[in-house]
């Protein structure tokens, strides 16, 4: 008996879009779920008493949990991106600092651990504004990172950065603006920003 032309066409349609699913969802989800952080061996020990890769020792911690929640409600994630894609993807690691530190030589692309300590990973979808994974070794003061949100087009006229003016308020001590709860959170979170951690070498 010949088969029937449709159901061909169904059965196409189905394993055109269950093949993809399976080998770009299915598969790395099954391979990255299970992660487990790497210890480093004797004498590989990154400063500040980390042990492991990856350990919350390396990254700053004030409120910067409360932070993500901000940076996930003030919809950052629309322009900028967490992730340093292989070159073979793309040219991250040729902008400067993306990567991480390169004058120490730890410049790196992202990795799957660099996300096991994140309840949510704000892996954005479209770059408006530079990759963040990094932005804490980029900007490395509190002072600056608030100016980059309170007055972006004070350090770059035709930066393309929305003022985010309603997370500071007037100080009632005629201080000027002065950040509230949410701005420091976030600056803390931003601060924490390190995706650059080196990885042991039995990793
Ligand atoms: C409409 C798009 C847009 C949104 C939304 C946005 N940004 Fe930006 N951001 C940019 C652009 C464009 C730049 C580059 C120009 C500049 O540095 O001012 C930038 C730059 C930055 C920088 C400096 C990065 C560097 O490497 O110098 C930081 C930090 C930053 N943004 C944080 C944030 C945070 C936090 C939020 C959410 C509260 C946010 N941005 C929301 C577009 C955006």
């Known amino acids: 008996m010949k088969s029937d032309p449709f159901v061909k066409l169904i059965a196409g349609i189905s394993l055109a879009f269950a093949l993809p699913w399976i080998f770009i969802v299915i598969l790395p989800f099954i391979a990255n779920s299970n ?8 004498g590989e020990e990154v ?6 890769y990856p350990d919350k020792a390396f990254y700053r911690h004030g409120s910067s949990d409360y932070g993500r929640q901000i940076y996930a409600a003030e919809g950052c994630a629309y322009c900028h991106t967490q992730v340093v894609r ?3 993807a793309g040219p991250d690691m040729w902008r400067p600092g993306w990567g991480g530190r390169e004058a120490d030589g730890l410049a790196r692309e ?4 660099d996300y096991m300590l994140e309840t949510v990973a704000p892996l954005g979808y479209q770059r408006i504004g530079p990759d963040l994974s990094n932005v804490g070794h980029r900007i490395t003061t509190p002072e600056l990172m608030h100016q980059h949100l309170s007055d ?4 770059d006229y035709n930066s393309g950065m929305p003022a985010y003016m309603h997370l500071y308020e007037e100080s009632p001590y005629g201080e000027g603006l002065v950040p509230t709860e949410k701005a420091e959170a976030l600056v803390d979170y931003l601060l924490s920003l390190k995706k650059d ?3 042991p070498s039995r990793g």
């Open 35 to 42: 992660l487990e952080a790497l210890p480093y061996a004797e």
């Open 47 to 52: 400063e500040g008493g980390v042990t492991a």
């Open 86 to 88: 292989p070159t073979y």
């Open 110 to 113: 992202t990795q799957a651990r």
């Open 152 to 155: 972006p087009k004070s350090l």
């Open 197 to 199: 951690q080196p990885v």
